[in-house]
């Protein structure tokens, strides 16, 4: 965590330093920059009647400003520099797959525990497995833009180490995030209508084809849809699914009582042990959907501010055209991966998918579609050699 700090803050303070010189600073002031202004300025302004601890909100507030780095990034940051990053994202994506899979095998024996790669717990696995999805995506997209057969065929086998060790490390999120990425893959590059649909149930079928036969994969989804049908309303349940579902129940009541505003930033935390006692629920910090805790705390107002930044940010990525494909499969991991976890307010998650959503912005932004000028839509995608 304190690389990933260590890197995004200082790409920041860099874009910033590097767009001052270059006399353009005024180029913050774009519509995605803004919307996301708004929503933290809100987030700010109901520490006015939360209950929570000041140390909670200083918190909270910190997490929920680090996207407003994300614009500055893109902007100062070369789209050549940034393509090498990403194509170096890739392979690392492709070293710790490779490590997962060797480790699945047996071979590595006592000596597996010591690789990083398989050290991580909690949530931070849970970020992993999203990384590898968006490894396996871009290698996918690489492969397509790539110049030659030789190079086709390395990005091909990047994407395909990527998600064997997906496939067959023990977290649900990326396995759900990467047919959607590989969904969006055809559906901006096949040319026609008849042409995507028919990829898209490739993609589909591709997808049952390598998922179904895995023991691990059907365990995983086994156990959660008997969790779901075993769930009962109680303090007590002790299921991963089930306690998801209960969370959703209680911040739902929260939302109801204060509907317009919320209970103000980093509330949802004394509210929650309020309302639960005993067992495993007890224990969470966060009700694991980033949507329901934005509802919770800043109310209707707080979320449509969210929305309407995702909203934006979805119509700069389509003026940028062909080139932001890549950071439109960022943007569809966090939106994603917010109905399962709390993608922004933690950082285990906020910080890796941030940076990679700087890089691949600094890719799209060329040409100058991010300051209002409609970008050309041919096919002008990067391609990796």
């Keep these: 965590?304190?690389?990933?700090?260590?890197a995004y803050l200082g790409l920041a303070l860099a874009s910033i330093a590097a767009l001052s010189r270059a006399g353009r600073l005024a180029q913050l002031r774009q519509p995605l920059f803004l919307a996301l202004l708004a929503f933290w300025c809100w987030l700010a302004a109901s520490?006015?009647?939360?209950?929570?601890?000041?140390?909670?909100?200083?918190?909270?507030?910190?997490?929920?400003?680090?996207?407003?780095?994300?614009?500055?990034?893109?902007?100062?940051?070369?789209?050549?520099?940034?393509?090498?990053?990403?194509?170096h994202f890739v392979a690392a994506s492709?070293?710790?797959?490779?490590?997962?899979?060797?480790?699945?095998?047996?071979?590595?024996?006592?000596?597996?525990?010591?690789?990083?790669?398989?050290?991580?717990?909690?949530?931070?696995?849970?970020a992993m497995s999203l990384l590898l999805a968006l490894g396996a995506g871009f290698a996918v997209l690489f492969a397509i833009d790539a110049a030659s057969p030789r190079a086709r065929t390395a990005w091909a086998a990047c994407a395909?180490?990527?998600m064997a060790g997906l496939a067959l490390q023990d977290r649900r999120s990326g396995m759900l995030v990467l047919p959607l990425l590989l969904v969006l893959l055809a559906l901006a590059k096949a040319r026609t209508w008849?042409?995507?649909?028919?990829t898209v149930g490739v993609v589909a079928l591709a997808t049952a084809v390598a998922w179904v036969p895995l023991d691990g994969v059907q365990q995983r989804f086994a156990e959660g849809f008997?969790?779901?049908?075993?769930?009962?309303?109680?303090?007590?349940?002790?299921?991963?699914?089930?306690m998801r579902v209960r969370m959703a129940e209680v911040t739902l009541q929260m939302v109801r009582e204060r509907p317009v505003a919320g209970f103000g930033v980093g509330a949802w935390l004394p509210e929650w042990r309020q309302r639960v006692s005993g067992g495993l629920l007890e224990r969470q910090t966060t009700p694991h959907n980033e949507y329901l805790l934005v509802a919770a705390q800043s109310g209707a107002v707080g979320l449509a501010l969210l929305v309407a930044a995702i909203a934006v940010a979805l119509r700069v990525l389509w003026r940028c055209g062909a080139r932001a494909v890549?950071?439109?499969?960022?943007?569809?991991?966090l939106v994603v991966a917010g109905l399962f976890h709390v993608v922004l307010r933690d950082a285990k998650f906020a910080l890796p998918l941030l940076v990679l959503g700087a890089l691949t912005g600094a890719v799209a932004v060329r040409g100058g579609a991010w300051r209002g000028a409609r970008a050309p839509r041919q096919d002008t995608s990067p391609r990796p050699q």
């Design 47 to 87: 520490a006015a009647w939360t209950e929570a601890p000041a140390p909670a909100v200083v918190r909270q507030l910190w997490v929920y400003a680090l996207p407003l780095a994300l614009v500055p990034i893109a902007l100062a940051c070369a789209a050549g520099d940034a393509s090498r990053a990403l194509r």
């Design 160 to 162: 395909l180490v990527c």
């Design 326 to 333: 890549a950071a439109q499969m960022v943007l569809a991991t």
């Design 94 to 126: 492709t070293l710790v797959a490779a490590v997962i899979a060797v480790a699945a095998t047996g071979w590595l024996g006592t000596w597996g525990s010591l690789l990083p790669p398989l050290q991580v717990r909690g949530n931070q696995r849970i």
């Design 226 to 242: 008997t969790e779901l049908r075993e769930y009962r309303a109680a303090d007590d349940v002790a299921t991963s699914w089930g």
């Design 1 to 6: 965590m304190g690389l990933q700090y260590t």
């Design 194 to 198: 008849p042409g995507r649909a028919g």
